[in-house]
């Protein structure tokens, strides 16, 4: 079976909310539960 590559907004997507959580992360910065939530679902597609 041949595997197709991701598409372009799948690609964006899973660079985005590593690199979101990168900057959280190294700035120290919160991150409330919408936005927690909306990362999970982000990252669940990855």
Same mark, same amino acid.
């Given at each position: *079976?041949?595997?197709?590559?991701?598409?372009? @907004?799948? $690609?964006?997507?899973? +660079?985005? +909310?590593?690199?979101?959580?990168? $900057?959280?992360?190294?700035? +120290?910065?919160? $991150?409330?539960?919408?936005?927690?939530?909306?990362?999970? +679902? *982000?990252? @669940?597609?990855?």
């Amino acid at each position: *079976m041949a595997r197709h590559p991701p598409s372009p @907004a799948r $690609v964006v997507i899973c +660079g985005r +909310g590593p690199a979101w959580i990168q $900057v959280k992360y190294y700035y +120290g910065l919160t $991150v409330d539960s919408a936005e927690e939530a909306a990362l999970q +679902g *982000m990252l @669940a597609t990855c």
